[in-house]
Each structure stands twice: as structure tokens, then as C-alpha cells.
């Protein structure tokens, strides 16, 4: 939905409008699901639903304005090389020659920091469950559920897990 709507709405608002709009979007959405909280499993559930959907919006919205950005930067680079002196045009065609040179690197890093972003996830996340002591099945202690582990406890690894994210699209929207 994110990918639809914002390709549109970049043209509506302007693309920096539009992607201050995604990044309120994922806090709002990232942030329903740190702090929302309920005893009743179906209304937790469907409040979860919908958070993630706004969350999802807004991440589906990042691509378009990205690439309308990118394409973006391609044609002012190209109407102001038009304009440009033999000097400014040696420049530009070695800084262009540069960065077409390092566009693979680019663009592996950008793919590789996608793996390095789940598996430093995965270790955050396999740390907050070492930490908060529920690595180990004790189904012996009244306050565990069936599977020996502290609901309470889990709350608290998913949700400072969910935090975590949070500050981070945080960071996102200041940049």
C-alpha cells in the first residue's frame, strides 16, 4: 500500500514532505507496537495488525521516494552539466567516472548491510533473551508458563527489541 500511495503523494507534496510522512509513519506504527498493551489476546492481536500495517506502510513508501530521489539527482546533474565550462565539465565527467566506477561496490554494500542488519538483529535479539534470563525451560516455578518461560519477561525482550527500532527510525526522520 505504501509503494502505491506514495508514488502519488510525492507528487502531491514534494518528495521531502512525503518522506517525513513515511517516518511518522513508522514511529507511529513501531511505536503502537512497543507500548500498546492489553490482557485480552484478540484485541492485542488486532491492535498489532493494524500498527504493523501502518509500520508496513510507511517502510513501502521509503522505495518510490527513493527512487524518485535518485532519478531525481540523475536529471539536475544532467541539466546543470549542460551549463557547465570545459573546467566544470572535466570535473564532472571525472567525478561521474568515479562513481559509475564504484556503483557495483555501492550497491553490494547496500545488499550486504541488509544480511549484517538481520544477523545483528538476531544476535540483539538472542542477547536480550540471555539477559533477561529466559533461555532456559523451568517449568517448575508457579509465575512460568507452559513452556517454562515468564510471560512478563518476553514482553519485555520484544518490546525493548520493538524500542530499539524505534530510535532508530527516530534517527531516520532527524536525518
Not at 533461555?135 to 512460568?144: A, K, L
Request: a negative charge.
Amino acid at each position: 500500500a505504501g509503494m502505491v500511495t506514495f508514488g502519488a503523494a510525492c507528487d502531491l507534496i514534494g518528495r521531502k514532505n512525503a518522506g517525513t510522512l513515511t517516518s511518522l509513519l513508522m514511529i507511529v506504527g513501531i511505536a503502537g507496537m512497543t507500548f500498546f498493551d492489553n490482557a485480552n489476546t484478540s484485541t492485542l492481536f488486532i491492535t498489532f495488525s493494524v500498527f504493523f500495517g501502518v509500520f508496513g506502510s510507511g517502510v513501502g513508501g521509503e522505495y518510490p521516494i527513493s527512487a524518485s530521489g535518485a532519478a531525481a539527482y540523475h536529471v539536475v546533474n544532467t541539466e546543470a552539466a549542460l551549463l557547465d565550462d570545459e573546467d566544470q565539465h572535466h570535473r564532472r565527467v571525472l567525478l561521474e567516472t568515479t562513481r559509475t566506477v564504484r556503483r557495483g561496490e555501492t550497491i553490494s554494500l547496500v545488499f550486504a548491510m541488509q544480511g549484517i542488519g538481520a544477523v545483528l538483529g538476531s544476535i540483539i535479539l538472542l542477547c536480550l533473551v540471555y539477559f533477561s534470563n529466559q533461555s532456559r525451560i523451568q517449568c517448575d516455578q508457579p509465575s512460568s508458563n507452559s513452556t517454562g518461560n515468564n510471560p512478563y519477561a518476553l514482553s519485555g525482550i520484544w518490546r525493548s527489541f520493538y524500542l530499539i527500532g524505534l530510535l532508530t527510525v527516530v534517527l531516520l526522520l532527524l536525518y
